[in-house]
């Protein structure tokens, strides 16, 4: 395997950042994962934004020009054989003496380019018999719109759902309201047949798969109401699924252990997963 780090194309052995990365040392890095079908990027103009967004957000300078970095991200997947699978991306502050304070501006940032094979059809095949989520306090950071490495909280809660028999975990604020999944967004089909998530806000991540299930959803016909859910609601709902790059639309099926609608995939879900690649944007 091949991975891009500190400007070059290295094997992935040899592949490291410096122990001083600020990555490393303070999670002060931001990250992407774009879904590879055929060889091609699925969604890169909307990934590429929210790159830049994150980055932005907090003033960590671009590693590169736009072009160059999809530049690098085709010459990561030619030279790693992907066809199908994903390719993930981090962005770091750079390397420096560990200091609270931030580097100067001229210290350049890490960039990390990895690509990883995923069989075709294995997130379809899950999608027949759907997964189960465990519900746990959402006790992430104030800024979750930013796609921080700054995973542990999400980490900590994956390990906990896996434990009590559930693939994802979904987080729940204070006021009782389901946020977003671990490391996916949350939905619901409501009693009277709309699709239900939260709204765009601080407190979940603008997912990619998110922004075009609802432009399939329009395509469809399909009503869509970004108004925040509680648990109780979605034991009432006809179905539950999660969306995400690398799982598209996945049907959830049980909530801490109890069956949402009857127990099985629904087939909004299954609709919007069968359309999701007519209508997502295919980079070649
Ligand atoms: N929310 C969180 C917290 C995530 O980690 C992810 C996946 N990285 C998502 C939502 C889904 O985002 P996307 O559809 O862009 O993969």
Redesign the pocket.
């Known amino acids: 395997r091949i991975v891009y780090v500190n400007g070059g194309y290295r094997p992935y052995a040899q592949a490291a950042v410096h122990v001083e990365d600020r990555g490393f040392q303070f999670a002060d890095a931001i990250y992407e994962?774009i879904e590879v079908r055929n060889g091609g990027l699925v969604d890169a103009p909307?990934?590429l934004a929210?790159l830049a967004r994150s980055l932005s957000e907090l003033a960590i300078p671009a590693p590169m020009s736009e072009s160059a970095l999809r530049h690098v991200i085709h010459q990561v997947i030619r030279r790693n054989r992907v066809r199908d699978g994903i390719v993930y991306m981090q962005v770091s502050r750079g390397a420096g003496p560990r200091d609270f304070a931030l580097p100067s501006p001229e210290t350049p940032p890490t960039l990390v380019v990895l690509a990883r094979t995923q069989r075709r059809g294995w997130a379809a095949e899950l999608a027949e018999t759907g997964i189960s989520v465990k519900t746990t306090p959402d006790n992430r950071w104030a800024r979750?719109d930013i796609?921080t490495v700054m995973?542990l909280p999400?980490v900590l809660a994956k390990d906990e759902a896996r434990r009590a028999g559930a693939r994802e975990a979904w987080f729940v604020d204070a006021a009782g309201n389901v946020t977003?999944?671990?490391?996916?967004?949350a939905w619901i089909v409501a009693s009277n047949g709309s699709l239900v998530t939260h709204p765009l806000d601080h407190h979940?991540?603008?997912?990619?798969?998110?922004a075009t299930v609802m432009d399939v959803a329009k395509g469809e016909g399909i009503k869509i109401e970004q108004r925040t859910f509680t648990r109780e609601e979605v034991l009432k709902a006809r179905e539950a699924f999660v969306?995400?790059?690398?799982n598209i639309v996945m049907p959830v099926v049980k909530i801490d252990g109890a069956a949402i609608g009857d127990g099985r995939p629904g087939p909004l879900a299954r609709q919007l997963r069968l359309r999701f690649h007519q209508v997502a944007e295919f980079s070649a």
Do not use: D, F, Q, Y
């Open positions: 994962v909307r990934h929210r979750c796609k995973l999400a977003e999944g671990a490391s996916s967004n979940i991540l603008p997912g990619v798969t998110r969306t995400s790059a690398t």
